[in-house]
């Protein structure tokens, strides 16, 4: 699993820390070879080679900046869902950008992915790869707006159900025991399709929405034009009884549950029209905009009140229209809302109607399970906490990109980066950038330890890509080495990283030691 690689990345550095401890100050020495129990070591000396940046074009909308929206700039997602597993969170999402890379329209029907990224400080976030849902279930048609939630089994293990539309047909689900995988579709079909009886001809089957009560039982909403609610059974891939209707007034898609404060949440996105005619009480909603229901008693349709608008179509906001999407989660003490538009691809000159996650604050008054509007925006929001530079990193860490592509491993959730460019009509560029931010040292840091391979050059700059080198990494082989490299100077306090990679080199994962550590 991904996570044991780092692990074992971090013990091996630490070895290596020792085992470099008593290493020349003076000229570079450099000793290519496998990873296994062996290092290379490099020590600044004199004036170091600098690589060309130049003019950043196509630039990410927020590398260098103060933005934090998107989230990731090298690739278009959607449709997020998130969950929370050992401190961490992990947002799932359509794989968009699959449908760029076929096609020069977003319409959907080559996407056979999800996307996966996570985050502990809501800033840096780590691309895990995507899930070929295509090969785990080669029964789909497509796979679009994942929901998934995590439940505890009764000899304690984890278990993970990702449920997504399969087209507009119906609704499928994978399970894992972790949340990077190893993912399987435990029944061969959908749970649900339009075959079904009871939904047959209600409109599209579609959008799942999963969530787990106070009391430990699951849910599970879908629909597109008529939305439906059924309870899930322990395994988690079965219903405990047919599907009810839910009072959804303009319904269109984007089904979601959650609960606050003793009352079930339904959230979902209003069709196009023109909704003068609301008679839910409240202000009617705008077009393709977020709006939420909620009842103490779930499977009572009489019960459901409507509770308001809490997310406009981002077009209302200068972000660009089309069709809309939301998560809303509790993490870190702070209630968010994961969302999408077309940011990144203006910002890129694109056009296709391919997207981007975002996400922004909102207000939430959980005993009365009040959701205030959310404005979005493309500051985003800030850190939870500075990223801690002693641990190991993945190399996929960043909170901005340029030039950076991601290479999947055979391991579940673990890719590596290289220079390359994820966009199309750009021309091959010969070295990308890696920012991750807020990054806390503390008192002082004095080597970087990289898993790295490749022929070419690494350096390490701080606040600034156009900066001074603080670390180069040298290579000439095609092996993975881990690296110690000396720091020019003490690294301490809080700083930006910059990772700027020269094109042949490949970087896997990093860790900073100090003088203490060796």
């Not at 087209?167 to 079909?189: E, H, I, K, N, R």
């Amino acid at each position: 699993m991904y996570q044991s690689r780092l692990l074992s990345f971090l013990l091996g550095a630490a070895l290596c820390i020792v085992a470099c401890s008593g290493a020349d100050s003076g000229p570079e020495t450099e000793t290519e070879s496998s990873e296994s129990g062996s290092t290379v070591t490099e020590t600044p000396s004199g004036t170091l080679p600098r690589i060309d940046t130049g003019s950043l074009s196509p630039k990410s909308p927020k590398l260098g900046t103060g933005e934090y929206n998107p989230l990731v700039d090298s690739r278009f997602m959607a449709d997020p869902t998130a969950v929370e597993y050992d401190g961490r969170l992990y947002v799932y999402a359509t794989d968009d950008h699959r449908q760029y890379e076929l096609s020069g329209e977003n319409t959907y029907e080559k996407i056979r992915s999800l996307s996966v990224i996570s985050t502990d400080d809501m800033v840096n976030w780590t691309f895990h790869g995507t899930i070929p849902v295509g090969e785990i279930a080669p029964w789909i048609i497509a796979s679009w707006a994942p929901s998934v939630v995590c439940t505890r089994q009764a000899d304690g293990s984890s278990l993970f159900s990702l449920y997504f539309s399969n087209s507009g047909w119906g609704v499928g689900v994978l399970q894992a025991p972790s949340p990077l995988g190893p993912w399987t579709s435990p029944l061969g079909y959908s749970l649900i399709d339009g075959n079904n009886e009871t939904v047959r001809g209600s409109g599209q089957i579609f959008d799942p929405g999963a969530a787990i009560d106070d009391d430990g039982g699951a849910w599970l909403a879908f629909g597109g034009t008529q939305g439906w609610l059924a309870r899930l059974n322990p395994d988690m891939h079965s219903f405990a009884a047919a599907p009810q209707k839910l009072p959804s007034p303009f319904h269109f898609e984007a089904n979601e549950l959650n609960f606050i404060g003793g009352k079930c949440v339904y959230t979902y996105n209003t069709d196009w029209s023109d909704h003068s005619a609301w008679t839910w009480g409240g202000t009617a909603p705008g077009p393709c905009s977020m709006v939420y229901m909620k009842s103490t008693t779930p499977l009572d349709a009489d019960s459901w009140t409507y509770g308001g608008m809490y997310f406009k179509n981002p077009g209302y906001n200068g972000l660009g229209y089309g069709n809309n999407h939301t998560h809303l989660h509790k993490y870190g003490g702070n209630w968010y809302l994961f969302y999408h538009t077309s940011v990144l691809q203006g910002a890129l000159g694109e056009e296709g109607g391919f997207r981007s996650l975002a996400v922004d604050r909102i207000e939430v008054d959980e005993s009365g399970a009040v959701i205030s509007e959310c404005i979005p925006g493309a500051k985003g929001v800030q850190a939870l906490k500075a990223l801690d530079p002693f641990i190991s990193r993945s190399a996929a860490t960043a909170s901005a990109t340029w030039n950076i592509t991601f290479n999947p491993t055979e391991e579940d959730g673990h890719v590596t980066v290289a220079v390359g460019t994820p966009f199309k009509d750009v021309p091959d560029p010969d070295c990308g950038i890696i920012e991750v931010r807020n990054v806390d040292f503390g008192s002082a840091a004095s080597r970087l330890v990289c898993r790295i391979r490749g022929k070419g050059l690494m350096s390490l700059r701080l606040d600034d890509w156009q900066g001074q080198d603080c670390a180069l990494y040298r290579g000439s082989g095609d092996s993975w080495v881990v690296q110690t490299l000396e720091c020019v100077s003490a690294v301490s306090g809080v700083h930006t990283l910059y990772f700027v990679l020269e094109k042949g080199v490949e970087m896997d994962a990093w860790r900073f030691f100090s003088d203490a550590d060796a």
